[in-house]
C-alpha cells in the first residue's frame, strides 16, 4: 500500500482495540524470534536436547507457526533419530508447513532421508499439497461483491483487513500469509470493480482503476521468482496486471497515476519487454521518480546473474523507492565509474564527496573507507596523504562509516580529513557494498584498482 494512502487512513481508521491486538502480536513476535535464535545458537553447537526445549517454548508463545515443529524435526534428523524426526515432521505438516522443494534440498535430513519413517510422512507431503494447493487469484464476480459509496471507502476497509490479516506476519509461515491475502486481494479487486462499473464517470473512478492494478502486483510480490511451485502464480498475476492495466490505458489514458500503472504492467513482462517498457516510460515521464524507477527496474533485470551488478541494481533499486539523493544520483547516470571486482564495491558516484572528487578518466585517484573515531582509520588516512605526496598529488577521497556521526567523530573527521574529498555512506548502502574491512586503501589508476593496502 503505498505510504502516501495509508498515512490519509491511520489518523482516522485504527481503533484502539487494533493498536492493542497489534501491540500484542508484536510483542509475541519479538518473544517468538528471541527463542529462535536462542534455540539456533544451541542448534549450531549441537546441544539438541536445549534446542529442541527452547524451540518448544517457541510454540507455547504461538502454536500455529509450523517452523519450531519442522525444526524440531530436523534436529532429530541430525542426530539420526527417523521415527522422532519424522513425528515432528509431521506435526509441522499438521500446521502449515508446505515447502516440499526446501524440504529435498535441507541437508539435514541426509541420515534419515531413506527411513521408512521419512518416506512414509514425505508421501503425505506430497498429499496434502495435492489436495491443498498453493492459493492462486481467484477472480470473483463484481456483482456479487459488497457495493461502496466511494473509493476511499473500499481502500480504508480494505486497509484495516489488511492490518488485521498482517499484524504480526513473524507469526505465520509465508504459505499461511499467502492463503488470508489472496483472498482478501480477491473481494477487493472485486469491489474495486463493482464500483468502476457503477461509477465509471465518479472523479474518483480512476483511483478505482488504480488500485485494481496495484492489488493485482501485489498477488505476483508473494511468488519466488526462483520456486517452480510459484511458475502458475507468475503466470496468473501477469495475465491479471496486463488485463487491469490495459484496461486503466483505454479508460484513462490522461490520468496522473497512468506512470504507476505503467510500471507495474512493464513488470509483468517478459525480461526483454520489460526493460523496453521501462526505458519507454524514462523517456515519457523524464526527471520524474517514475523514471527513476523504471531505470532501477530496468537494472535489476540486466544485472543478470552478475553478483556485482546484481548489488548495484539491488542498492539502486532500494535508494529509488526510499527517493533518497543517492538514488538520484545512480540511477539518472552521474556516475564515475571504478571497479573493485576484487571487493565487490561497484559505482560510487563523485557528488557524494564535498568537496567534489576530480574526473578520475586517468592517472592515479586513492580511495579511504574509515569507521570514524578508530585509531587504524587514522593511520590508513596518514597513509593515503603519504602515498598521494609521492604520486605528485593524487586525489584522495575518504568514505566515512558510519552515516551519523556524533559530535566527537565529526571532530575525528575534520582533524584527520581535513582538506581532503569527504563522502558520508549511508549505512545500508554499506552494508550492500559488502564494507567488511574498513579501514582500508584503496589504489586506483585509469580507474582500474591497482592494489589494496590495508592497515
Request: with cysteine.
Amino acid at each position: 500500500m503505498p505510504m502516501a494512502v495509508r498515512c490519509v487512513w491511520i489518523g482516522f481508521l485504527l481503533a484502539a482495540t487494533a493498536f492493542a491486538q497489534a501491540d500484542d502480536n508484536e510483542s509475541r513476535g519479538e518473544r517468538f524470534l528471541q527463542l529462535e535464535e536462542i534455540a539456533f545458537g544451541h542448534f549450531g553447537k549441537q546441544e539438541w536436547n536445549q534446542a529442541i526445549a527452547t524451540f518448544e517454548q517457541q510454540i507455547a508463545v504461538h502454536a500455529d507457526n509450523p517452523r519450531p515443529y519442522y525444526n524440531i524435526a530436523c534436529a532429530y534428523a541430525l542426530q539420526g533419530n527417523a521415527e522422532r524426526a519424522a513425528i515432528w515432521l509431521k506435526l509441522s505438516i499438521d500446521h502449515g508447513w508446505r515447502n516440499a522443494s526446501h524440504l529435498d534440498q535441507d541437508g539435514d535430513w541426509a541420515l534419515v532421508r531413506e527411513s521408512d519413517a521419512y518416506k512414509r510422512v514425505r508421501a503425505a507431503l506430497d498429499e496434502v499439497v495435492r489436495r491443498d494447493p498453493p492459493p492462486l487469484p481467484h477472480s470473483i464476480d463484481p456483482a456479487t461483491a459488497p457495493p461502496a459509496p466511494s473509493v476511499v471507502r473500499i481502500l480504508a476497509g480494505a486497509f484495516i483487513d489488511e492490518q488485521r490479516l498482517e499484524l504480526d506476519p513473524l507469526l505465520m509461515e509465508e504459505s499461511q500469509i499467502r492463503r488470508r491475502l489472496f483472498h482478501f486481494y480477491d473481494e477487493t479487486m472485486a469491489r474495486l470493480a463493482r464500483y468502476i462499473l457503477e461509477n465509471g464517470d465518479a472523479p474518483d473512478a480512476a483511483l478505482a482503476g488504480r488500485e485494481r492494478v496495484r492489488i493485482a502486483s501485489l498477488y505476483r510480490v508473494r511468488a519466488d521468482e526462483k520456486a517452480a511451485g510459484d511458475a502458475k502464480l507468475r503466470e496468473v498475476a501477469d495475465r491479471y496486471i496486463r488485463i487491469s492495466a490495459d484496461e486503466f490505458v483505454e479508460r484513462w489514458p490522461g490520468s496522473p497515476y497512468l506512470p504507476d500503472v505503467l510500471l507495474w504492467r512493464a513488470a509483468a513482462e517478459s525480461p526483454d519487454g520489460a526493460i523496453a517498457a521501462f526505458e519507454q516510460i524514462q523517456r515519457d515521464f523524464p526527471g520524474t521518480e517514475h523514471a527513476i524507477r523504471a531505470a532501477a527496474e530496468s537494472l535489476m533485470r540486466r544485472a543478470g546473474d552478475d553478483r556485482d551488478e546484481l548489488r548495484l541494481a539491488y542498492l539502486s533499486f532500494d535508494a529509488a523507492y526510499g527517493q533518497t539523493e543517492l538514488g538520484r544520483q545512480l540511477l539518472e547516470g552521474r556516475l564515475w565509474r571504478i571497479r573493485l571486482q576484487a571487493r565487490g564495491i561497484r559505482d560510487l558516484p563523485v557528488q557524494l564527496f564535498k568537496p567534489e572528487l576530480p574526473a578520475a578518466d586517468r592517472g592515479y585517484l586513492l580511495l579511504v573507507i574509515a569507521i570514524a573515531g578508530e585509531p587504524g582509520s587514522a593511520e590508513v588516512i596518514a597513509g593515503a596523504r603519504q602515498r598521494s605526496a609521492a604520486l605528485k598529488g593524487a586525489p584522495v577521497g575518504v568514505i566515512v562509516l558510519p552515516q551519523q556521526l556524533s559530535a566527537a567523530q565529526r571532530a575525528w573527521v575534520a582533524k584527520h580529513a581535513h582538506g581532503l574529498h569527504i563522502a558520508s555512506e549511508p549505512e545500508p548502502i554499506a552494508r550492500y557494498l559488502q564494507v567488511q574491512e574498513a579501514p582500508v586503501l584503496l589504489e586506483f589508476r585509469n580507474g582500474e584498482l591497482v592494489a589494496p593496502k590495508r592497515n
